[in-house]
């Protein structure tokens, strides 16, 4: 590894170290399967669509409420 004078490993050798631990630690990910994604998928898209179904319900009460407030 290069060292600066100043005794601290060169830019290139630290990007080069990053990125080689960077693939070690991908290596211990413990990928989900097709099945696990496919599932997870849908679990995600079903509560984004919950999510936003219940946020536009409270945004027309609160338009409604404010529209008969404000006349």
Do not use: C, H
């Not at 669509?49 to 404010?66: E, Q, S, W």
Request: no cysteine.
């Amino acid at each position: 590894m290069a060292v600066s004078e100043s005794g601290k490993p060169g830019f290139v050798s630290r990007i080069s170290r990053f990125f080689k631990e960077v693939r070690s630690e991908l290596r211990k990910v413990a990928w989900p399967n097709r099945k696990e994604l496919t599932s997870y998928t849908i679990l995600v898209l079903v509560t984004v669509a919950v999510v936003a179904v219940y946020i536009g319900v409270i945004d027309f009460v609160v338009r409604v409420a404010l529209g008969l407030i404000l006349g």
